[in-house]
């Protein structure tokens, strides 16, 4: 998982950087993640791995926006997506090509994202909460996401 969400991301960005500063232009779009603004348990790493994105994509706008180079970070919560093993839409959890045509329309816009306006919606009720309630919330979903994965990974090896 840090190859994948941290050292992947640091790699690419060094290399596209340099045309971008060459042109005096460009977007890099970082996928963070909601999850990764509060530490979960039994996430933690992922949870991690997309902070530090996060913080990653702040300290890069930092220092090329002045190049005129768009830096966004995307942080959304639940996504009906493979890496989601397809969670059931809803309100709260778009389909990816739902979620994408919303967060598209915030890049040049608005420097971080949760890209939807419900995750927005749940994103300020997590930020603004005291940090016992957020800390319970966090529990609950880790929970509910533990025994979510290992019903449809049973459902799966049914099939076969």
């Known amino acids: 998982m840090?190859?994948?969400?941290?050292?992947?991301?640091?790699?690419?960005?060094?290399?596209?950087?340099?045309?971008?500063?060459?042109?005096?232009?460009?977007?890099?779009?970082?996928?963070?993640?909601?999850?990764?603004?509060?530490?979960?348990?039994?996430?933690?790493?992922?949870?991690?791995?997309?902070?530090?994105?996060?913080?990653?994509?702040?300290?890069?706008?930092?220092?090329?926006?002045?190049?005129?180079?768009?830096?966004?970070?995307?942080?959304?919560?639940?996504?009906?997506t493979n890496m989601t093993m397809n969670a059931p839409q809803g309100v709260l959890v778009p389909s990816a090509e739902k979620f994408v045509k919303s967060a598209i329309s915030t890049v040049g816009i608005s420097p971080r994202t949760h890209g939807f306006l419900p995750h927005s919606i749940m994103g300020f009720v997590l930020d603004n909460v005291p940090a016992f309630v957020r800390c319970h919330y966090m529990k609950l979903f880790s929970r509910q996401a533990n025994e979510f994965i290992a019903l449809k990974k049973q459902q799966e090896q049914q099939k076969d």
């Open 2 to 80: 840090i190859h994948v969400n941290m050292l992947s991301t640091v790699k690419m960005t060094r290399m596209i950087i340099p045309g971008m500063l060459e042109r005096r232009r460009g977007v890099i779009i970082n996928i963070s993640s909601g999850y990764g603004r509060n530490p979960i348990p039994l996430m933690a790493v992922y949870s991690a791995t997309k902070a530090f994105i996060d913080h990653f994509t702040k300290s890069l706008q930092m220092e090329y926006g002045k190049y005129h180079i768009a830096i966004q970070s995307v942080t959304p919560y639940i996504v009906s």
